[in-house]
């Protein structure tokens, strides 16, 4: 089993920034790709970002050269850096983990409870 817990979520302003932790414990040696992915209200959850134990990473389109995914070499925390932020990347951000080695959402093994980003003025 792996668990994980999201943090960093909050309330900013359009163009301000945020970096959002998921710490994992469990059996994370098991883990061979994570991701962040988020879902706005009324909307289907999708891929933000993600990184597979070889250092792949893969980004939305919407997010690119704004937001920066990393993680440390034992997959205890993974990181979200989210710089120039719109109003459109409101949402509820989660972090998944994956056994094997990609990000489609219906193969993510675990998944986090969630945390709130906003972005208003």
């Known amino acids: 089993q792996v668990q994980l817990v999201e943090s960093g979520g909050g309330l900013v302003q359009p163009g301000g920034s945020l970096r959002l932790s998921c710490a994992a414990s469990g059996s994370i040696f098991r883990i061979n790709a994570m991701g962040w992915y988020r879902q706005a209200p009324g909307k289907q959850r999708e891929l933000v970002a993600g990184?597979?134990?070889?250092?792949?990473?893969n980004y939305a389109d919407s997010v690119k050269g704004r937001f920066t995914i990393s993680r440390d070499n034992a997959w205890n925390t993974v990181y979200l850096q989210m710089n120039s932020l719109k109003p459109e990347d409101t949402a509820v951000y989660y972090c998944a983990a994956n056994l094997g080695p990609n990000f489609s959402i219906a193969t993510m093994d675990y998944w986090g409870q969630g945390t709130q980003v906003t972005v208003s003025s």
């Open positions: 990184v597979t134990s070889g250092g792949t990473t």
